[in-house]
């Protein structure tokens, strides 16, 4: 048993993780760039306004990945014995629930000007010595950015699935599920176009209500990350199945009677406990532990810190199942 | 990919069709009618002189109704009335040297600006700069005094620009007819728009295009006096 021993990652994915990094650089860099271009173009539209703030909020989970991958495999320290492991869900904690927020804010914007019937004026752009109406600039800026979203969404997604990086698949979804956003902000300056100033709002309301959506979505998954749920299979709510098959194999060990297991996701790592009872005449007991303990961890490269503790009796294997 | 067709698709469609439209078909209804103009008196943009309507912006609007085989009701008013109407589709345009910077312009539609006005510091004839430390004269009321705290001035108000012996700081307009140098310092710039509607984008577009076309002329009206 080690203390102070920080997580590491297997080396084959050093590259993977590398290339995650490269890859939030990159988001950063294009959606900056995003921003820029659709506050550039932006006018009084809502629509427009609510897929620029979705653009910059989608900054956000990439910048809190770098700073969280900085800091979570640092070695615990005498304040902090566990590590810093959950770094990652604290940085996608924040960058949740501000999501939620803003997404409310830009909601109830939405509905307002909908209510108070505010009808968006686009008038003309110049470039390049051409004056046209803006919202074809408009149209071609959210394009754009709609092809940004679906190449970072694909860039991300194998890489988050190999890393078992929850943070970033959820990261993934988001600059994929941004299509959705784009379109409909599209869709609202089209309709504005054609005479149906309604259009714009209601493209902004739905875009909100998407926000809102996946920020609630982001928290429920983190919220559980930090509530020490039971290692859960990527992107589903399934248990994994990694608890059953720890305590089927401690109690294949010889002088194991009995062994009850618990774990918990601790951002990238499993941590937790195996509880036996050893038979009665064991030879060696201390030793067989110290083997246990590494044999146990190695039946899977998140587990990390596991602990084997002897006990006199267990009153139950497993916790009941709600 | 579907998504990015079905995109394609709809600009395609659009390509033949003339975007953008009015919410309320301003633009049909003005060509061979009434256009309603709402006047805020603010010379030399709108000069008012016992209901004889002149200025640049009065030229400027006769000039396009004319290209609309349009008639002209024109409707004199303050500017929180006049925008106030405009906001809720009672008039089609408001004119009377209006700022692109006002706070309307989240409720009205506010045009592309078609002339930069620019106020300067001229220096009096003996004196330097006119900036940091110096005096400067301002007529009552012009925001201009905010804008020389800001660069250390010291603002002093008058009521008469033309007898003023200091450095004055006026519109470039104004220092040409009080024909006082305009090499002096740039104080501040304001965009000089109309405001049309909102909504009524195939109007306002109209407009915006008409004023590129024609805003070249306005420096030439400026030194006319609006007359």
């Known amino acids: 048993m080690t203390i102070g021993r920080s997580f590491e990652l297997p080396a084959q994915f050093a590259p993977d993780r590398a290339r995650a990094k490269r890859v939030s650089w990159l988001s950063i860099a294009l959606l900056t760039l995003g921003s820029i271009a659709l506050w550039l173009t932006m006018g009084q539209s809502e629509a427009m306004k609510t897929a620029w703030v979705t653009e910059v909020l989608s900054i956000l989970p990439a910048a809190a990945y770098l700073i969280a991958t900085r800091y979570e495999f640092n070695p615990p320290t005498e304040r902090f014995p566990f590590g810093y492991l959950r770094a990652i869900s604290i940085s996608y904690l924040v960058a949740a629930a501000s999501l939620s927020l803003i997404g409310l804010w830009l909601l109830v914007d939405a509905v307002m000007k909908l209510v108070k019937q505010e009808r968006p004026p686009v008038g003309t752009v110049l470039l390049l010595g051409h004056q046209f109406w803006a919202g074809w600039a408009m149209i071609g800026v959210l394009a754009a950015s709609m092809l940004v979203g679906m190449l970072l969404g694909r860039l991300k997604k194998p890489l988050a699935e190999r890393l078992h990086d929850k943070a970033l698949k959820a990261e993934a979804e988001m600059n994929r599920g941004e299509w959705i956003s784009e379109a409909a902000a599209i869709g609202g300056i089209l309709l504005i176009g054609f005479g149906f100033w309604w259009g714009d709002a209601a493209a902004a309301a739905f875009i909100s209500l998407e926000i809102v959506r996946d920020g609630w979505h982001n928290i429920r998954q983190v919220v559980g990350d930090l509530m020490d749920e039971a290692p859960t299979v990527m992107d589903r709510r399934d248990l994994e199945p990694l608890t059953r098959k720890l305590r089927e194999s401690a109690q294949q060990l010889p002088w194991v009677e009995r062994a009850a297991v618990r774990l918990r996701e601790q951002g990238r790592a499993l941590t937790g406990e195996v509880f036996v009872i050893p038979r009665a005449v064991t030879q060696n007991l201390t030793l067989q532990l110290e083997a246990a303990t590494t044999d146990l961890s190695n039946l899977d490269w998140r587990l990390y810190g596991l602990v084997v503790v002897l006990v006199a009796r267990l009153e139950s294997e497993t916790p009941p199942r709600m | 990919m579907h998504e990015l067709i079905v995109a394609g698709l709809l600009l395609l469609a659009c390509g033949g069709c003339r975007l953008p439209r009015d919410a309320d078909h301003t633009l049909e209804r003005v060509k061979h009618g009434t256009l309603r103009v709402g006047v805020i008196r603010n010379p030399p943009w709108v000069i008012d ?113 033309a007898g003023a012996q200091r450095p004055i700081a006026a519109s470039a307009w104004k220092l040409a007819a009080l024909s006082r140098s305009g090499e002096g310092a740039l104080l501040h710039t304001e965009q000089r728009i109309m405001a049309v509607a909102p909504g009524e984008n195939a109007w306002l577009n109209w407009v915006e295009q008409w004023l590129a076309r024609h805003g070249s002329s306005v420096p030439a009206m400026l030194r006319a006096g609006g007359k």
């Open chain 2, 49 to 161: 002189s016992t209901g004889d309507l002149r200025g640049v912006e009065v030229q400027l609007v006769e000039a396009m109704a004319a290209e609309l085989n349009a008639g002209v009701a024109w409707i004199p008013g303050s500017e929180s009335e006049l925008l106030t109407s405009l906001h809720s589709r009672e008039l089609d345009l408001v004119i009377g040297g209006l700022s692109g910077e006002s706070p309307w312009k989240t409720r009205v539609a506010f045009t592309r600006r078609y002339y930069l006005d620019s106020t300067l510091v001229s220096p009096a004839s003996s004196e330097g700069s006119g900036l940091s430390g110096d005096s400067v004269a301002f007529r009552t009321g012009n925001p201009a005094a905010v804008y020389l705290r800001k660069k250390g001035a010291i603002p002093v108000p008058v009521e008469d620009l």
